[in-house]
């Protein structure tokens, strides 16, 4: 297997991904092809963030029956992953490193507070492939509200690349092998469908996945302490990550200080005020 990282072919777009995202090209084990850079140039995922996906997208899901893609949005965000099942390498790489992101949420249960959407980028994958597929990461998984809220589906070519050409992911297949050629990396959606968040790679932060989500929510899930959080961390599209937001932290820290500090006070004023004697007490007796 050869790696590229598809990021030195996209540093002429502005919207491009930036050294996160990777390109996996299969070699057959007898024999080692030329990489196509013109072929490769045609390869990864740009942020189009806050752009809005088509709703009226229609896949076929792992039960063999037709959806309309925005059935899957409206209540709760999602995370979109676009592989594909027969996939020999990256695309197990990238679902394997989703389901561990996803079981390090905790309190956050695929189908309760968020859904997963993956999708084929191959036309030619059938829904007994996709249902394969999702009795293996349900299982790997562990929670049963996956089996409601974790969806996999396949589609016709046009109602693929319209997908794909909305949240910038740009793919090709392999005229020699046909491997398809992609970047790595999952989206957030919001309720409405708008794309949200960016994670590249195979590996997701279960901290970054839960941020996202929140964020993509509009608070509507998560807690006290996420809302705390979300002000010390920032997304930052460059990298695809959650960073410290050091000034706020320290405000953060200098007001939680204080406030401690007040509490401090008032308790020994209140300890020193119980500790004096009442005045008009009378005395013993003679």
Same mark, same amino acid.
């Given at each position: ?20 995202? +990777? ?11 030329? @990489? ?30 037709? +959806? ?19 996939? #020999? ?8 490193? @989703?389901?561990?992101? @996803? ?53 016709? *070519? ?5 997908? $794909? ?7 090709? *297949?392999? #005229? ?14 919001? #309720? ?45 599209? $460059? ?20 406030? $401690? ?26």
């Amino acid at each position: 297997m050869i790696v590229v990282d598809s990021a030195r072919f996209d540093l002429a777009r502005p919207r491009a991904a930036v050294a996160v995202a +990777v390109v996996a090209i299969l070699i057959c084990a007898s024999s080692v092809q030329a @990489l196509d850079l013109e072929l490769l140039d045609q390869i990864g995922l740009d942020q189009n963030l806050d752009a809005q996906i088509p709703l009226d997208l229609t896949f076929t899901d792992e039960k063999g029956r037709t +959806v309309v893609l925005g059935d899957f949005l409206g209540d709760r965000p999602a995370l979109l992953a676009l592989v594909y099942y027969e996939c #020999p390498m990256l695309c197990t790489q990238i679902l394997n490193g @989703l389901a561990r992101s @996803l079981r390090g949420l905790l309190s956050f249960d695929v189908g309760k507070e968020f859904d997963v959407i993956t999708v084929s980028i191959d036309p030619g994958e059938t829904p007994s492939l996709a249902a394969a597929k999702k009795a293996e990461y349900v299982k790997r998984y562990g929670r049963a509200s996956a089996e409601r809220g974790w969806h996999f589906l396949t589609g016709r *070519q046009d109602q693929i690349e319209r997908l $794909a050409q909305a949240v910038g992911f740009r793919y090709q *297949q392999d #005229p020699e092998t046909g491997l398809y050629l992609h970047a790595s990396g999952i989206m957030v959606l919001t #309720p409405e469908g708008k794309l949200a968040r960016y994670f590249y790679g195979v590996d997701y932060a279960s901290k970054d996945l839960r941020l996202g989500l929140i964020e993509a929510s509009q608070n509507k899930i998560g807690s006290v302490v996420d809302q705390l959080l979300l002000l010390c961390y920032q997304y930052d599209p $460059a990298t695809g990550k959650y960073g410290l937001v050091i000034m706020n932290s320290l405000r953060i820290a200098a007001g939680l200080t204080v406030a $401690a500090m007040v509490g401090f006070v008032a308790l020994m004023l209140r300890r020193e005020r119980c500790a004096k004697p009442r005045h008009g007490t009378p005395g013993p007796p003679a």
